[in-house]
């Protein structure tokens, strides 16, 4: 049996992406600079899964901002606003799409999927596409170069890339998949050429709605790949959601199909058991969760990887993996050191996701009736979880019909004029100001034991006896203190509420720097 991972967080454990990227863009470091700091936090996020077990380690799922720009770029698919590029685009360019420039706004942003990481969206009018740089090749060399990894490309695929890019119209999307096809087999065969085994194609968008004349058009792109590089191993890799066209998809021309185990309701599952699964393909089960933050019940998943077991003929061909990237986890549990211990335990990061992967492949494996030990200790976790009160059963809640009812407007308005007698549009502010230098240096002197309570909380009173009689001034109706004792709002909110624990280095990637 198989483990595998299809991609790791890329912040770092103290941030040091976010970090070396604020720099360069502060002009505090060089380019050079920027490319070996990023070199350094890119073979420790390899090293680490390989000190950790992991079998089949991804490669190319780390980026200098966003994977889909990343796709974007090695297909030259660069807006003509940013000017003429031909080869090798600039770093400079790269960051002007994600960030914008003093001449050329950014690209679009939006969401990826159903999670809060945004991503860059390709823009496609008026372009034509050309492989400029073979950015999986380059990574995987040094993977295999630097820490013997052989490791597995991960690329966006052509349909999923297509589906979340802009600026054509439906009927083009054949004209698109047709031009893109070519330059997606010129990477796979330069990835074939030095020996690459596997590379992952993530088609996130196989989980949606996929009409029949989308299916067709995937099957020709995926048949023409086939034959263009058929030495290579390709696994198409969905998540998020099950995959409604299950029995076009798991006979599509590849060596293996990823399946989402967690967030499929089921589904998939049940078409794995009724339907059959193709005897000559991998199937990577995503069954430790990806997006979430608790350790798995140990004894549920083993149920399920014995289940798709009788599916899966070979068992050499069933991998075990996480259901999604951990891009959207933090890093690692073990920096938390001011949680509950009973809590902290029952919390698994990315690195923590790692190990549960690999505890169940020696689970199963055992030739004996398994090590009781890892589930034993598992089943300890959550009972001594539930009886800290940290995680509980929702109490059920009253019928619909015994909810009571709201105030209607014409009597909420009479409360409101006899409490305040506000004018028809009275005028007032959100709420919050913004934190200002003084502001954060006061915190952080607190913080740090620099500055009594007393002292900090006189100088805030102050800031905010400032702003109070500014409003007064000004001749606001509803005032608003500003906010400023406050750190996160949702922290602050929920510290002083029972119920809730905040970590201290439990920052994940959004896009960009909004971690």
């Known amino acids: 049996?198989?483990?595998?991972?299809?991609?790791?967080?890329?912040?770092?454990?103290?941030?040091?992406?976010?970090?070396?990227?604020?720099?360069?863009?502060?002009?505090?470091?060089?380019?050079?600079?920027?490319?070996?700091?990023?070199?350094?936090?890119?073979?420790?996020?390899?090293?680490?899964?390989?000190?950790?077990?992991?079998?089949?380690?991804?490669?190319?799922?780390?980026?200098?901002?966003?994977?889909?720009?990343?796709?974007?770029?090695?297909?030259?698919?660069?807006?003509?606003r940013y000017g003429k590029i031909s080869g090798q685009v600039p770093l400079d360019t790269y960051f002007s799409m994600a960030r914008g420039s003093q001449d050329v706004p950014a690209c679009e942003m939006t969401k990826w999927y159903n999670t809060n990481y945004h991503y860059i969206v390709p823009e496609l009018e008026g372009l034509t596409p050309s492989v400029t740089d073979n950015r999986p090749?380059?990574?995987?060399?040094?993977?295999?170069?630097?820490?013997?990894?052989?490791?597995?490309?991960?690329?966006?695929?052509?349909?999923?890339?297509?589906?979340?890019?802009?600026?054509?119209?439906?009927?083009?999307?054949?004209?698109?998949?047709?031009?893109?096809t070519p330059l997606y087999s010129q990477v796979l065969k330069e990835l074939a050429d030095v020996g690459v085994l596997w590379v992952q194609i993530d088609e996130p968008s196989l989980t949606g709605d996929v009409s029949e004349d989308e299916l067709a058009l995937i099957?020709?792109?995926?048949?023409?790949?086939r034959s263009d590089v058929p030495q290579l191993n390709i696994l198409l890799q969905t998540y998020f959601d099950a995959v409604d066209a299950y029995e076009t998809i798991v006979e599509l021309p590849v060596a293996g199909i990823g399946l989402d185990f967690v967030h499929d309701g089921g589904k998939n599952l049940h078409a794995v058991e009724t339907k059959g699964f193709p005897g000559d393909k991998v199937l990577a089960a995503g069954v430790i969760d990806g997006r979430n933050i608790w350790k798995a019940k140990v004894i549920d998943k083993l149920t399920l990887l014995q289940q798709?077991?009788?599916?899966?003929?070979?068992?050499?061909?069933l991998w075990v993996q996480p259901s999604a990237s951990l891009l959207h986890t933090p890093v690692t549990v073990k920096n938390e050191t001011?949680?509950?211990?009973?809590?902290?335990?029952?919390?698994?990061?990315?690195?923590?996701?790692?190990?549960?992967?690999?505890?169940?492949?020696?689970?199963?494996?055992?030739?004996?009736?398994?090590?009781?030990?890892?589930?034993?200790?598992?089943?300890?976790?959550?009972?001594?979880?539930?009886?800290?009160?940290?995680?509980?059963e929702q109490p059920d809640t009253a019928p619909f019909e015994e909810v009571k009812r709201p105030l209607s407007y014409e009597d909420r308005r009479q409360k409101q004029l006899e409490k305040w007698d506000l004018p028809i549009l009275p005028t007032t502010t959100i709420g919050s100001f913004p934190q200002t230098k003084e502001v954060r240096r006061l915190r952080a002197q607190l913080k740090k034991g620099n500055l009594s309570q007393e002292a900090?909380?006189?100088?805030?009173?102050?800031?905010?006896?400032?702003?109070?009689?500014?409003?007064?001034?000004?001749?606001?109706?509803?005032?608003?203190?500003?906010e400023f004792e406050r750190n996160d709002m949702v922290e602050f909110f929920g510290e002083r509420l029972d119920g809730f624990a905040f970590t201290k280095h439990a920052w994940f990637n959004h896009t960009g720097l909004e971690a």
Do not use: C
């Not at 099957?219 to 790949?225: C, H, M, R, S």
């Not at 500014?470 to 606001?476: A, V």
């Open 219 to 225: 099957q020709q792109a995926y048949e023409t790949l």
């Open 1 to 80: 049996m198989t483990t595998s991972t299809l991609g790791y967080p890329r912040i770092g454990e103290q941030r040091e992406w976010k970090k070396a990227l604020e720099a360069y863009w502060a002009k505090q470091t060089t380019e050079d600079e920027l490319h070996k700091e990023m070199k350094d936090i890119r073979l420790n996020h390899l090293k680490k899964q390989q000190a950790s077990g992991i079998d089949v380690i991804p490669v190319g799922d780390f980026t200098y901002y966003d994977h889909m720009l990343d796709m974007a770029v090695m297909f030259g698919l660069i807006p003509e």
């Open 137 to 180: 090749l380059a990574l995987y060399k040094e993977a295999k170069e630097e820490l013997g990894i052989e490791g597995k490309p991960v690329l966006v695929g052509p349909y999923s890339f297509l589906k979340l890019a802009k600026h054509y119209e439906t009927a083009q999307f054949g004209d698109w998949l047709q031009q893109l």
């Open 338 to 392: 001011e949680l509950d211990p009973t809590l902290k335990r029952a919390l698994s990061f990315a690195d923590e996701k790692l190990l549960e992967v690999v505890t169940l492949k020696k689970l199963l494996e055992s030739k004996e009736d398994g090590d009781r030990t890892a589930i034993q200790e598992n089943e300890q976790l959550f009972k001594d979880l539930e009886a800290t009160g940290w995680r509980k």
């Open 308 to 317: 798709l077991e009788r599916s899966v003929a070979d068992h050499s061909k």
């Open 456 to 482: 900090y909380t006189e100088q805030i009173e102050a800031h905010i006896r400032t702003w109070i009689q500014h409003q007064e001034d000004i001749g606001l109706d509803v005032l608003v203190h500003g």
